[in-house]
């Protein structure tokens, strides 16, 4: 998001909050200013908000991550912030979810910002074209897609079009107290996924529809991260259930033109 800032103001204009200042160095050395600090940490919030007039929020992954968007919530109300804008996840019902504990979270954090009483901007993103590699396996050429995703279809969009679409936001008036549902333009089933990379590879690739109860297991035997391994089946699950099957012409009108596609993204992705 802040390379898209960079493209359109001026480095003054934007001031990143970190919580290691080596990481930040490449922000600092572009004439960014950079504040400290941690999530947390109110104080810390406090002092990183002063004279902020719009906060983009993206949202943690800490185990207590409400609490952490509540203290920044908190701490742009007390500094006087004017806007702000938080990215969530675009879904058709979050109480019907597999991992409700873990979505849910965005949704309470939507309506703690709405009670604060703060100008809003809800940036509902669908899941990321750059995480189908996550969901499709290192060896996709090998052994194809093996996914309990039955035919459930989602309208992938590029992380670097949503944070273009999130700095426009910023950047532009007449967003306030808005929601968008932030999605490609069309939706795809992993086996149409799988069609997509067996023409861009020149590979056959096939798409498995795996078993749910197994699944997991065969995660944790390919090496799959443990603290993955229920969000990945958790996602899968959802995508089998159709929950992301809602097309939004919202990030085309945030761009000003048709979202990447997704033979496009994946040529990016899989650097064909």
């Known amino acids: 998001t802040i390379a898209h800032l960079l493209k359109k103001t001026l480095p003054n204009n934007i001031i990143a909050f970190a919580r290691d200042e080596q990481k930040a160095q490449a922000l600092k050395a572009q004439g960014i200013e950079v504040r400290l600090g941690h999530f947390d940490d ?28 509540k203290n920044i919530v908190d701490a742009a109300l007390k500094a006087g912030v004017k806007q702000i804008a938080y990215t969530g996840i675009s879904m058709r019902d979050v109480n019907t979810s597999v991992i409700k504990p873990f979505l849910n979270n965005h949704f309470e954090t939507e309506d703690y910002i709405k009670e604060s009483g703060l100008a809003y901007t809800f940036l509902r993103n669908t899941l990321y074209l750059d995480g189908i590699p996550m969901f499709a396996g290192a060896q996709v050429f090998d052994t194809g897609i093996y996914l309990p995703a039955g035919d459930g279809k989602v309208p992938y969009a590029l992380r670097d079009e949503m944070a273009e679409a999130a700095a426009n936001v910023l950047l532009q008036s007449g967003h306030e107290n808005r929601i968008y549902e932030i999605t490609g333009g069309d939706s795809y089933s992993f086996e149409e996924v799988a069609k997509v990379l067996a023409g861009l590879s020149g590979k056959p ?11 997991p297991d065969t995660l944790k035997e390919v090496g799959v ?17 159709h929950q992301y099957e809602q097309v939004s012409s919202d990030l085309e009108m945030l761009l000003g033109r048709k979202p990447t596609s997704l033979g496009e993204g994946l040529m990016g992705v899989y650097n064909f």
Do not use: C, W
Not at 225 to 241: R, S, T, V
């Open 42 to 69: 109110p104080a810390s919030l406090d002092r990183a908000m002063q004279g902020v007039e719009k906060v983009l929020l993206i949202s943690g992954l800490d185990h207590n991550r409400v609490q952490q968007h």
């Open 225 to 241: 991260p443990e603290f993955l391994i229920p969000i990945i089946a958790g996602f899968a699950g959802d995508i089998k259930n």
């Open 205 to 215: 690739v096939t798409y498995t529809d795996a078993d749910a109860t197994t699944f």
